[in-house]
Every structure is written in C-alpha cells, then in structure tokens.
C-alpha cells in the first residue's frame, strides 16, 4: 500500500493518528517510521511535524529506526522476570551477539525489551512480530530463531 | 435439521493459539469430514476456558472431558478413539468437569466450583458468534432496562447492588455513574478502559477474547443510564486478538440494530467505536486515556476537574474498566439484591483473579470477594509448585503490595485489604517460592516503574530514576544503610507530590517489601 492509501483510510481528524501511524509503520518492511512517514501525516492532518513526532516517541511500539524483519520483545515485568527472564535475556543477546535496542549485521532481528504481555500463565514470554511465545527456555529460544531465520 | 450429537469447544485464545490451537482445530474438521462425522459432531470456538500453560485445550460435550496438550498430531487418534469408538483418549485428559465450572486441581481430581459472573459465558459459548450470546440470555439486560427502566432505575440499580470499579481503584460505580447523571450535557461519552497493562494482569484480556457481547452490553446500558450516545473501547495495541474479536462483536451487534438508532425500537441511540494503543502503562491512567485518545502524547490530566465532568474533548465522560463493565448485565438482568448475595458486606460480588508465577496451575479464575488468600493460592492455584514453601505475593501488579505469610488468612477484598495498607488492584496475584529473592523481584518492580514513568512530573520522573540507582546496588550487596531510609523517604515524598496515581503508587510496593523482608534489604547492605 503506499502511503497515500494509508492516510485515506482514516479521516483526517486529530483522534486517528495511532491507527495511521501502526499502519505506517506496519507497511515499511523495516517496521518503523520514517521521516516521510511524519511528514505525510503532518500534512494529512494539518499539524505540525513536530508533534506528530513527539506522539512517536512517546510509544514504546513505535520506532524511529530502522529495525529487523523480526522484532524480538522480551517482557520483563515482575511475572516474567520471577520464572527467569533476565537470564533469557543474557542467552538471547549472545546469541543474536546485540544489545538491547540493536539488529543483526543480517537485519533479521531486533531485539527489545516490553512491559508486561498478558501472557503471565506462560511466563516468560515474548513477542515476534504479532506472534505471542512463551514457557520459553533456551533451547526453545533457539528453536524459535532457527525457523525464523530459515523463513526469512 | 441436523441433530448434533457431540460439541467439541476448543478454546482460542492468545494462549492456546501460540499453542497450535488453529492447527488442531483444523485437523479436527479435517478428520472428522473423513469419517462423515462432520454433520453429527461441530467444532466450536470458544474463548479460553480458564486454563494456562497446558498447550491447546479442549473439550468435548455432552461428556464434558477436557483435554489438554494436544497437538495436530493427537488429532487422528482423538477422533478414533473418543468420538468414533466412544473411548476417552486417557492420556490427554485433564480431568473430568461437572456442569458450569473449570478444573483447577487436575492432580487430585478435586473440583473447586466457582460462582461465576462475569465469566459466565466464557469458555462456553463461541466468542464470534452474537446468537450464541443472545441465547445465553445476552441482550436481556438492556431490553430490561430499555422497557422497564427509566436512567435513574439503572444507576439506584447499580448503587444498589455495591458494585466497586474492578480497574485497581475500587470506587463505587453506581456513584460515578450518579455524578455522570446529574453533570449537564448534550453530548456525553462512555469509555470503556481496556489499556489493561498492569503487570501480571489479563482478565480484561480473556473477557474480550472470551465474551466481547457482554461488555458491548454493559456499555450500553451505561450509555442509557447516563444518557450518552457514543463509547469508545481503548485496547492497547499489544492485544491483537481483543482487538479483532470486539470489533466483529460491533459489527455483529450494529447488524443485529442492537447499536445504532432506536435500539430495539426504543428512543435511545448509541455506538461504540473500537481506539487501539500503542505501548503505554500511564494511558491506563483515566486521563492519560483520554489524552491518547484525542491523539496526543499519554500524559496525565489535572484533577479536578475529573473526566465525568470535563473528558473527552471537554465533555462529561464516563469511564469504567472491562470487568466492571461486564458485572453490569447481571445486574440489571437480575436484580441488585442478587448481586449482593454473592461477597462480603461492604464489597459484594465476584473478583476475576489470575493465579501466577510459583503455582502447580497457574490460570484466570473468578471467586466470591472475600476469600483468603490462603483458599486461591492453596485451593484454586493448586499450591506451590514442586512442593516448596511458600514465601510470598505480590498482590495487585507492580502497583500492589507484597504481603508475607502472616497476611494468608486475610479475607480479599478492596476494603477490607485497604485496612493491611494491602491493595486488591487489578487482581493480579503473583506467588513467589521459598527460593526467590526478594530484592530481586523489587528491583524488576522498580525498573518497570522507572520505564513506564511518562516524564510528565519530576517527582515521579527523577523518583523512580533514583530508586532504581538504590535498588541496583542492594542487588549487588552494597546497599547502605541510609538507603533504606532514603527508599521510604523517596516513594513518600513521590504519594505526596506526583501529579498522577503511577507515582503516587509507588510508596506501596517498597514499603511493604521492607515491612515482610526488611531482613533480606539488611543483609545486603556492606
């Protein structure tokens, strides 16, 4: 879809800017909005540039960088954190040899932190992408990269 | 007419879908075709049945066994053995379920009956289908209230039966809904608050996913009461399968005209319209809500003057949490009187609970308020798992309170937990083992707070910053001594002075950390 079709889906009204920036960022292989990306929807809505991109970097979906085909996000909120996330966390940064916020040389995946998924009675958890995993455990980590990696 | 001499439910939820779920319910309409059983045996979706951590579950009525763990490979066999030989696959079997309830002690084969209300439906009826809903007694509650009620009927109702906001902050409903009543307006608006972010949290999840009809419900009959004619759903972006199953319900309902003008042929017209998140905690903050809602940075509001009388885009507006929202039916469907049959004298009704962390079965129940802490652990959440001791909870999500053994016996609910400087919150209940170090697990509170803290105020932007530094060394084994002094110092300085309740609510947590486990705060300072 290119740019203009997103924006026409919406109404140009104030109250629809999050749907029109996740499905920005959605649409851009790179899930992240650019600075075309602002520009269109400043124009679209008639505001400033600057504040649509205060209201990007106000929400931990949004990224202004660009980022993996997959994106990787660890939840580390009490519930996780208590069935052993932090040391998941250790296992997935060596294995994807990134910190926290970074991409593989290959561009295959990000690696990020989020609050809390919901997904507790499995903890821990993660997201890729829209998909929710979790009882993880290294082994099942590296499962989940292989195929992703094979996939991609 | 086909006679359907088997339903197999299978629950599809988040959970069970990570699972497989799909998969196998695939597998089942493929292998039951092959053996022409597709006419006499139907497969229902179904939101999730209560159960987590145990793959794809299922179960097969009129029998009523449940089954677990299965995989699209179980499938043939399943099929063979149960639905065409009429033998029960033993070694997927959960445990066999009486009636109206869900299986919580699987090992013992003991059955605990919860008295269900606003989860009545879930796990029985498929979520994506409005007639299922409808036969289940669904759209009553407001043809009642529509016929035979006038707006102030509804609101005494709801006064009446005692029903407290089930978001965290347990106010009365039926007097916010009074405030919203008597606030003059030509246009008011009703939101329902599902930015369910509060770690350890999901019910607001398996409601939407398991019974979206009954909040589109309860949403308008607040509509009716208060007399508004339009109510958004705030999801956060992360619940993807809410989002998609609330938005057909609309679609269903707007179908069915029981959204729209003249609902069910009276004067009264309402819509709902469905406003998805993008990752904020705060925005579960009413005002930040709203804020994020007109399409702005999630920031806190000023209060006074509060939503109901000057919300969204400056008008009265009206905002309740999911599971309040879905006691609303029951309700009205059934009289005040009843509701407070169910609970304790100043909190009556049920509470949605989700069990967590160290239990044999973690998982989503509903239970009258009241119980101890000592039943839902022990009794509902099957104990600890693997036979350790118990330590502790964090009761409520990181805005909650960690309570030791001594507070097991303790009758849950708002009030009565208020007087423990404990708070119900959202439900949550994360159980922690002999083993876990409690340092280490306020320190991940404390991160949380630090990372969600919206940067509006300093108290709470520097405060949570500082607490982190403290806490950071207490997990290396340098903490001082004035530390501790300076944690409560910090957090109340932050109750006091933070401009909205996500600083404010800090001080709970630590202080009730170092009152059960100072010792272990004392042995890491050098």
Redesign the interface.
């Known amino acids: 879809m290119t740019r203009e079709e997103i924006l026409k889906k919406y109404d140009p009204s104030l109250d629809n800017i999050l749907y029109i920036l996740h499905d920005l960022q959605d649409n851009n292989p790179q899930h992240y909005i650019a600075k075309e990306d602002i520009e269109a929807c400043a124009n679209y809505l008639n505001i400033p540039y600057s504040y649509i991109r205060g209201v990007v970097t106000f929400y931990s979906m949004f990224s202004l960088q660009p980022r993996g085909r997959y994106i990787i996000r660890l939840c580390e909120s009490p519930p996780c954190h208590l069935m052993g996330s932090e040391s998941l966390l250790e296992y997935l940064k060596k294995r994807l040899k990134v910190n926290i916020g970074e991409t593989t040389g290959d561009g295959v995946f990000t690696l990020e932190l989020t609050s809390c998924l919901g997904i507790c009675g499995v903890a821990p958890a993660m997201m890729i992408n829209e998909e929710m995993v979790g009882n993880l455990t290294p082994e099942k980590v590296d499962a989940i990269l292989e195929e992703r990696r094979q996939t991609s | 007419m086909n006679i359907v001499r088997n339903h197999i439910l299978i629950s599809i939820d988040?959970?069970t879908?990570?699972s497989g779920a799909r998969a196998v319910e695939d597998a089942l309409i493929k292998e039951l075709t092959k053996y022409g059983l597709d006419k006499e045996i139907s497969v229902l979706e179904t939101g999730s049945l209560g159960i987590?951590?145990r793959g794809v579950v299922l179960v097969v009525y009129p029998e009523g066994i449940y089954y677990a763990n299965v995989t699209a490979k179980d499938v043939p066999e399943l099929v063979e053995e149960h639905l065409l030989k009429g033998r029960p696959l033993k070694r997927l079997i959960l445990t066999e379920a009486p009636k109206r309830t869900i299986i919580i002690k699987e090992k013992t084969g003991l059955l605990k009956e919860q008295p269900r209300i606003v989860l009545k439906n879930c796990g029985f009826i498929n979520p994506e289908n409005i007639d299922e809903y409808i036969a289940a007694g669904g759209y009553e509650a407001i043809a009642k209230a529509l016929q035979t009620m006038t707006p102030v009927d509804v609101v005494n109702e709801v006064k009446e039966s005692g029903l407290l906001g089930r978001g965290g902050a347990g106010f009365p409903t039926g007097l916010k809904w009074e405030f919203a009543i008597k606030t003059p307006g030509d246009e008011k608006f009703v939101i329902c608050n599902a930015d369910?972010?509060?770690?350890?949290?999901?019910k607001d999840?398996l409601i939407l996913e398991g019974d979206p009809h009954k909040l589109i419900e309860g949403m308008l009959i607040a509509g009716y009461a208060i007399k508004a004619t339009v109510g958004f759903v705030y999801i956060r972006?992360?619940?993807?399968l809410s989002i998609e199953r609330i938005e057909k319900a609309i679609a269903d309902a707007r179908a069915y005209g029981l959204l729209g003008k003249n609902i069910l042929e009276s004067s009264f017209n309402f819509d709902i319209f469905v406003?998805?998140?993008?990752?904020?905690?705060i925005c579960g903050e009413e005002t930040a809500l709203i804020e994020?809602?007109?399409?702005?940075?999630?920031h806190p509001r000023n209060k006074p003057p509060f939503p109901i009388n000057a919300g969204l885009w400056g008008k009265p507006t009206l905002v309740n949490n999911v599971e309040t929202l879905a006691n609303v039916p029951e309700i009205i469907r059934n009289g005040a009187a009843w509701y407070k049959g169910y609970g304790t004298e100043k909190c009556s009704g049920t509470k949605v609970y989700?069990i967590?962390?160290?239990v044999a079965t973690?998982?989503?129940i509903e239970t009258q308020m009241g119980t101890t802490l000592k039943e839902i652990i022990f009794e509902y959440g099957g104990g600890i798992k693997d036979g350790k001791a118990f330590k502790g909870a964090?009761i409520g999500g990181?805005a909650g309170a960690f309570i030791g053994s001594e507070m097991l016996d303790v009758k849950m609910d708002f009030i009565n937990l208020r007087e423990y400087a404990a708070a119900l919150g959202s439900g949550?209940i994360?159980v922690?083992n002999e083993e876990?170090d409690m340092v280490?697990?306020l320190k991940?509170?404390l991160?949380?707070f630090k990372?969600?803290s919206?940067g509006h105020c300093v108290p709470c932007r520097l405060g949570t910053a500082k607490l982190v530094d403290i806490i950071d060394r207490f997990a290396l084994s340098k903490g001082k001594r004035k530390d501790i002094d300076d944690l409560i110092d910090i957090t109340q300085v932050m109750k006091g002075a933070s401009f909205c309740p996500l600083g404010q609510s800090v001080s709970l947590p630590v202080s009730s950390a170092l009152k059960y486990f100072r010792d272990e705060f004392m042995a890491r300072v050098s």
């Open positions: 988040a959970g879908i990570m987590t951590g369910e972010g509060e770690p350890g949290t999901f999840r972006g992360e619940y993807s406003k998805k998140g993008a990752g904020a905690y994020s809602l007109e399409g702005k940075r999630g989700t967590l962390g160290h973690p998982g989503l964090l990181a949550a994360l922690m876990t280490d697990m991940s509170v991160h949380f990372h969600e919206c």
